[in-house]
C-alpha cells in the first residue's frame, strides 16, 4: 500500500512564496512521473507541472518562470516552489505519482493542500 502525504499549504498574500512537498510512502520500488494539480472552488481539476524519472519537467503555461517542481528521487518526495504568487492561485493542490505494475502504470494521488492567495 502506498500513502502520499502532502505539505506546506496556507494562507500567503500576493507575491509570496510557499513551497509544497510530498511524500510517497510505504512499500515502494519505483516511481514514474510525480506532478502537482490543483482546483479551484467551481473548477475543474488542472495540472499544475509534473517531472519525470530523470528530471524533465512540464508547466502549465499559467504557472511558467513562477513556480518550480523538484524531486528528491532517494526520498521519494516532490516538491513544489511557488513564488510571486497570485489570487488566481488559490485552490486545492493534490499530488500525484505514478507506480510501474506488473499491468502498466498506476497513479496515486494525495489529500489535497489548501493553498490561499489574499491580502
Do not use: H
Amino acid at each position: 500500500q502506498v500513502e502520499l502525504v502532502e505539505s506546506g499549504g496556507g494562507l500567503v498574500q500576493p507575491g509570496g512564496s510557499l513551497r509544497l512537498s510530498c511524500a510517497a510512502k510505504g512499500s515502494i520500488v519505483s516511481i514514474d512521473l510525480m506532478g502537482w494539480y490543483r482546483q479551484a472552488p467551481g473548477k475543474e481539476r488542472e495540472l499544475v507541472a509534473t517531472v519525470t524519472g530523470n528530471g524533465s519537467t512540464n508547466y502549465a503555461d499559467s504557472v511558467k518562470e513562477r513556480f518550480t517542481i523538484s524531486r528528491d528521487n532517494a526520498k521519494n518526495t516532490v516538491y513544489l516552489q511557488m513564488n510571486s504568487l497570485k489570487p488566481e492561485d488559490t485552490a486545492v493542490y493534490y499530488c500525484r505519482a505514478d507506480f510501474p505494475t506488473v499491468v502498466g502504470l498506476y497513479d496515486y494521488w494525495g489529500q489535497g493542500t489548501q493553498v490561499t492567495v489574499s491580502s
